[in-house]
């Protein structure tokens, strides 16, 4: 699989033309979450940013047990990506 500083990205569980999501192991724990992977060209050309800025600070501040946790968000040259537990 692709390999971050401390994830190791393996399978992909979802796709869409725009976004996947891939099951990833953190290095030095094992631990396995999601990793949602928003292309950012798709967000630029559609004028979505303030639509992903929105999603992961709501994420951030959201504490309700119907809603998945956000572990993390960061980004690379190519995608956005928020991080979450794998269930």
Known sequence: ???????????R???LFWAQ???ATEKGTNKQMAIKMI????IKKE???QYAVTEKDILTKCNNKFIIK???AF????????SFPYL
Do not use: E, P
């Open 47 to 49: 004028k979505k940013t």
């Open 39 to 42: 292309d950012k060209n798709h």
């Open 1 to 11: 699989g692709r390999v971050t500083k401390s994830l190791l990205l393996s399978t």
């Open 70 to 72: 956000l572990h993390y």
């Open 13 to 15: 569980v979802n796709a």
């Open 21 to 23: 999501v891939v099951l």
């Open 75 to 82: 980004q690379d040259d190519t995608y956005l990506c928020t």
